[in-house]
C-alpha cells in the first residue's frame, strides 16, 4: 500500500506539481519581460563624433526648474516645470554652446533665406524660430498639407515647404541644382510618413540615398554650400497616438530602425552632406508627459530644437 503511494507520487503528483510551476514561472515570466521590454528598452541614441556642429545636440532636460533663468549659463531653453529647461553638456560648452536670442539669431540670419523641408515636425520647429525671430504676430505655422513664407525682421526670409516623404525633398533638391534660386539653409525632416504608410524601412534607406546624392550634387556646385540639417525621427508614444493605424505603425521599435537607417546610410556629416539636429534625443528625453498625441511635443522641445540648430549654425555660417 506504502509502495502503491509512493508510486502515485513520483509518477502522478510531482509531474502535476512541476507542470504547474513550470506554467506559473513560463507565464510570469511573459508579463515580466513585456513590462521589463517597455521600460528598459535600449533607445537607439546617435553618436556626434568629435566635431561641434553636432556636439551641440548633446545636453539633458534638466530635473529641477533652475533658480534663475536667465542667470544660469549653459540653458538652452528655461522654463518652470521640470521639462521646461534644457541644459547643455559639458562637451557642447567647450563647444562654445550658447543660448541665442533674437538678437542674436537675427543678426546671423540677416539677409538670408533659410527653408525648413518636411512633415509636421518640421512645420512645429518653423513655429518655434517664427516665436523667437518674429515680432509679427499674424507670421504664425500655417497648419495643413501646405507651404508658407515670411519675411521676418533683419530682412530674413523664411519659407516653410510641406514634403512628408523623403522624394519630396529629393525633388526640391533636384529644382535647386538645375538653378533655382535657392536657400542659405536648410532643415529638412522626413520619416514618420513614410513609416506610416510604407512602413519598409530598407525603403526608406533607399529614400535617404537618393535624397543625399541629390543634396550632394546641389551642394557641389555652390560656391559657399549652405549648411543643411536632417532632424532624427521624433520618438513616439503609442498609447497617446490617436488612431489605430498610427498605433500598429508608429512604434517606438521602428523609430529606433529608421534612425538606424539615418546613423548608418552616410547622410550625415562627416561622411555625408547633412547635420544632425537630433530631434529624437529631445523628445526621447523629455518623455511621455511632453506629448499630447504622442508624435507632437511641448513648445519647450522644439524652442531648444532651434537652439542647438543656431548653434550648429554658428560654427558654419
Ligand atoms: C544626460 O543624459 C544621458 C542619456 O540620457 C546620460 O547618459 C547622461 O549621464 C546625462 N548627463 C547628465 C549630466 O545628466
Ligand atoms: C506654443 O506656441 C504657440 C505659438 O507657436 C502658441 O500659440 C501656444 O499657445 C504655445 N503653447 C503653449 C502650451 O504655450
Ligand atoms: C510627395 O511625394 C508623394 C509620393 O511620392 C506624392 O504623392 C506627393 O504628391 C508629394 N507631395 C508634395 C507636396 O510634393
Not at 534660386?181 to 529614400?207: C, T, Y
Not at 508627459?289 to 549654425?313: F, I, K
Amino acid at each position: 500500500m506504502l509502495a502503491l503511494r509512493d508510486h502515485t507520487w513520483t509518477r502522478v503528483v510531482l509531474p502535476v506539481a512541476v507542470f504547474i510551476c513550470i506554467i506559473v514561472f513560463l507565464a510570469h515570466r511573459g508579463r515580466f519581460s513585456l513590462h521589463g521590454d517597455k521600460h528598459t528598452r535600449e533607445v537607439f541614441v546617435f553618436e556626434y563624433g568629435d566635431n561641434c556642429e553636432a556636439l551641440v545636440n548633446s545636453g539633458n532636460w534638466t530635473s529641477k526648474p533652475p533658480l534663475s533663468c536667465p542667470g544660469t549659463p549653459g540653458l538652452a531653453t528655461c522654463g518652470h516645470g521640470p521639462r521646461d529647461s534644457w541644459q547643455w553638456s559639458a562637451v557642447a560648452l567647450q563647444c562654445g554652446a550658447s543660448r541665442q536670442d533674437a538678437t542674436a539669431l537675427r543678426a546671423l540670419l540677416a539677409h538670408r533665406w533659410f527653408v525648413v523641408a518636411g512633415d509636421s515636425i518640421g512645420r512645429f520647429f518653423f513655429a518655434a524660430l517664427l516665436r523667437l525671430l518674429s515680432d509679427n504676430p499674424a507670421q504664425q505655422i500655417v497648419f495643413g498639407h501646405r507651404d508658407f513664407e515670411y519675411v521676418l525682421p533683419g530682412s530674413i526670409k523664411a519659407t516653410f515647404l510641406w514634403a512628408p516623404y523623403a522624394p519630396n525633398l529629393t525633388a526640391h533638391f533636384k529644382a535647386w541644382d538645375d538653378g533655382l534660386a535657392a536657400p542659405d539653409a536648410f532643415v529638412l525632416s522626413a520619416g514618420l510618413w513614410h513609416m506610416l504608410h510604407i512602413s519598409d524601412v530598407q525603403d526608406f534607406a533607399q529614400e535617404l540615398v537618393q535624397l543625399k546624392l541629390s543634396a550632394t550634387s546641389f551642394l557641389a556646385k555652390a560656391v559657399q554650400a549652405p549648411p543643411v540639417s536632417y532632424c532624427s525621427i521624433s520618438e513616439v508614444y503609442p498609447p497617446k497616438l490617436k488612431t489605430e493605424d498610427k498605433r500598429e505603425h508608429l512604434t517606438p521599435a521602428r523609430v529606433d530602425a529608421y534612425n538606424l537607417a539615418i546613423a548608418n546610410n552616410d547622410v550625415l556629416y562627416p561622411s555625408g552632406p547633412f547635420h544632425m539636429l537630433d530631434i529624437h534625443r529631445l523628445t526621447q528625453g523629455c518623455g511621455p508627459d511632453c506629448t499630447h498625441d504622442g508624435l507632437h511635443y511641448s513648445n519647450a522641445t522644439y524652442d531648444t530644437a532651434v537652439q542647438v540648430w543656431a548653434n550648429t549654425l554658428r560654427s558654419l555660417l
